[in-house]
């Protein structure tokens, strides 16, 4: 069997036929964006370690439906500005890009779409600017408002002898000697780890927790890809991460406190706009939030439907595309019109 951590001699990920690659300027520096079709927008935010790219069979699909579809490469990934200060990650620079988003593109109001990371952005640009992100549809991890404790004080009693990933990534340079000198190697141990088909036995050690002495990639699987991600698929993703770095990306959980404080006025906050959830049956993070959603009746109000894709793992819109595509225009279609 083909290494799948090997590159192939040429694969190069091909942007949907009719999507155009833009460059826009924000208060905050300049955001990459992928956008095709027309109608009301729909703004789509990707998660940790992924891009733009991780929206390529919701684009066409979406803008098939009558939609103005637009994926955002988040702050610190892709083509993206990168600032170099950690603070410069909080969520509030997060939200503010992605208001500048819709302004740059002359829309005034918009529908918000994350994953995974992207899904709290999606989900705090909705309760910051209800004026302007009308609905919000959350993949993979459910809305959870301002809590305490000090998210990095919880973190720490997670585990017991080892250590949660969250607070792993707290310390800037750690992470990043782990990923960098192998991050094809790295991102094929971390997609395939979370995704339905590939998922590691139980027994084998978790995957969100760091051995005394050990790195998180110790527990990644090592064996063929998922179905979803093709060798090309995997170039793209590893060749923006060799070419930006990781820390960007590393940063946001490095603002876990930085947010918990920001966000004190919105502490226990429902999101009342119509909202969709979206998630995998397999993904651990449905395990460890489950409170979050059997709280959803009273933090998301106005949830029109909540979804469960059996067999699914983390990456919800990669893994299952037509069944998301699916859920995402059916909801999207019975929105009040704007």
């Known amino acids: 069997m083909p290494d799948p951590t090997t590159p ?47 929206w390529r069979h919701q684009l066409p699909a979406l803008a098939a439906a009558g939609y103005r579809a637009v994926a955002v490469d988040v702050r610190g990934y892709g083509r993206s500005s990168k600032p170099s200060a950690v603070e410069d990650y909080r969520m509030l620079a997060h939200v503010a890009d992605n208001v500048g988003v819709v302004h740059a593109l002359g829309e005034e109001t918009a529908t918000i779409v994350g994953h995974d990371w992207g899904s709290n952005i999606a989900a705090d640009s909705a309760l910051l600017r209800p004026d302007m992100f009308t609905a919000a549809a959350l993949l993979s991890v459910p809305y959870a408002p301002r809590g305490g404790p000090r998210p990095t004080e919880a973190f720490a009693r997670i585990g017991g002898d080892e250590e949660f ?17 192998d991050i094809r190697g790295w991102l094929a141990g971390f997609y395939t780890g979370l995704s339905g088909d590939t998922l590691p036995p139980e027994g084998e050690g978790n995957l969100f927790f760091v051995p005394p002495g050990g790195r998180l990639r110790d527990r990644f699987p090592t064996g063929p890809l998922p179905a979803w991600l093709s060798p090309a698929d995997l170039d793209h993703y590893a060749g923006e991460f060799e070419r930006t770095g990781p820390t960007g990306a590393l940063n946001r959980y490095r603002n876990v406190d930085r947010d918990w404080a920001d966000l004190a006025a919105w502490h226990g906050a429902p999101l009342t706009q119509p909202s969709l959830f979206i998630g995998g049956g397999l993904d651990a993070s449905l395990a460890w939030m489950a409170d979050a959603v059997k709280n959803f009746p009273t933090t998301l109000p106005g949830l029109v439907s909540s979804h469960i894709v059996e067999g699914c793992g983390h990456w919800v819109q990669q893994e299952r595309a037509d069944e998301v595509n699916a859920l995402l225009t059916e909801w999207l279609d019975a929105l009040p019109a704007r």
């Open 8 to 54: 192939p001699a040429a694969a190069t990920p091909v942007t949907p036929p009719g999507a155009e690659h833009r460059l826009v300027d924000v208060p905050g520096g300049r955001i990459h964006l992928v956008e095709q079709g027309t109608g009301p927008l729909v703004l789509m935010v990707h998660g940790f370690l992924e891009s733009w790219y991780s």
């Open 165 to 181: 990933y969250v607070s792993y990534f707290q310390t800037p340079g750690r992470a990043e000697a782990e990923i960098e000198p």
